[in-house]
């Protein structure tokens, strides 16, 4: 029993001295005073308002899109109608119409992101 308990000492040891260590790093870079460092640190930041731009603009689509998916298939249950057609039905009809509102939110993110990332460029 003991000896089947070593190994899976070892390697928790093993991942506190590492994520201990990486956790240095990571601190020690946000405070660099290296341009490239402070470059990489802004792009990184931008690139995290995008993603959660980009994942709001998601749900706020994927909010409509069950709402209409919800709507028809109580229309088709109330009229005796398949329920798994109505369902497809609705979501390609219901993603079709949110298309453009989401591809817009999606370019603006992503306009913002590429000033940010333009604004972040080192200069040499």
């Not at 460092?37 to 994942?55: F, G, L, P, T």
């Amino acid at each position: 029993r003991n000896r089947k308990q070593i190994p899976i000492f070892a390697v928790t040891a093993l991942m506190m001295f590492a994520g201990s260590a990486y956790a240095q790093t990571n601190a020690s870079s946000v405070n660099s005073s290296d341009p490239i460092v402070q470059m990489r640190m802004k792009k990184k930041d931008a690139n995290e308002v995008y993603k959660k731009s980009v994942a709001a603009a998601g749900k706020e689509r994927d909010a409509k899109v069950k709402a209409a998916v919800d709507s028809a298939v109580a229309d088709a249950q109330k009229t005796g109608k398949d329920p798994i057609v109505a369902r497809r039905n609705a979501t390609s009809q219901a993603k079709k119409a949110t298309k453009a509102d989401y591809d817009a939110a999606v370019s603006a993110a992503k306009k913002q992101r590429d000033t940010a990332y333009a604004a972040a460029e080192v200069k040499p």
